[in-house]
T-cell receptor, first 114, second 112 residues
């Protein structure tokens, strides 16, 4: 099993450009999450999904959109990138009962917005 | 808004020392998680606990629900334990989003 994978691993964007980050898991997990990690801030929840076709906002959702069309994939979109979105993005998944279940993390995507 | 506070922020110790990292939180939780992040970025879950104590190898995690406090201990520390250790909580139903709320991490360096 590959676990949780993220594509791409690195990306540089110019302000105003758009991109999509892909997260895929092969563990048949119901819950999936997108977090961002910034120096001095710790990890913060952007959006999450409790099952195929569902999404919900986390702590810092502005400027991002997400979709969960297939159970195994969770996409994070930036429609018009801003320098404030320079960060390391982590995807995670858990089997069920997201509030009290082990989360498995992807390797991260390092995004720089110039 | 729940806050998760960790101490110390940075810790440097000699190989073989007993290490303790502390975590305090401010509201009701379903579970507390300890995570490890090595240089290069990958995040691995070490423990998830809602009461008592768990042990895995040289790592021990404890939680006191009444005092809203948890500790992560490393016995016989080794340079390969050098990493950032992150405390995170799952909030109780109705307490917020379903994801984790994180502390800022403790950067641990074990010198040979």
């Amino acid at each position: 099993n590959a676990g949780v994978t993220q594509t791409p691993k690195f990306r540089v964007l110019k302000t105003g450009q758009s991109m999509t980050l892909l997260c895929a898991q092969d563990m048949n997990h119901e819950y999936m999450y997108w977090y961002r990690q910034d120096p001095g801030m710790g990890l913060r929840l952007i959006h999450y999904s409790v099952g195929e076709g569902t999404t919900a906002k986390g702590e810092v959702p502005d400027g991002y959109n997400v979709s969960r069309l297939k159970k195994q994939n969770f996409l994070l979109g930036l429609e018009s990138a801003a320098p404030s979105q320079t960060s390391v993005y982590f995807c995670a998944s858990s089997y069920s009962g997201g509030r009290a279940d082990t989360q498995y993390f992807g390797p991260g995507t390092r995004l720089t917005v110039l | 808004k729940n806050e998760v506070e960790q101490s110390p922020q940075n810790l440097t110790a000699q190989e073989g020392e007993f290490i303790t990292i502390n975590c305090s939180y401010s509201v009701g939780i379903s579970a507390l998680h300890w995570l490890q992040q090595h240089p290069g970025g990958g995040i691995v879950s070490l423990f998830m606990l809602s009461s008592g104590k768990k042990k895995h190898g040289r790592l021990i995690a404890t939680i006191n629900i009444q005092e809203k406090h948890s500790s992560l201990h490393i016995t016989a520390s080794h340079p390969r334990d050098s990493a950032v250790y992150i405390c995170a909580v799952s909030l109780r139903p109705g307490g917020g989003a379903d994801g984790l709320t994180f502390g800022k991490g403790t950067h641990l360096i074990i010198q040979p």
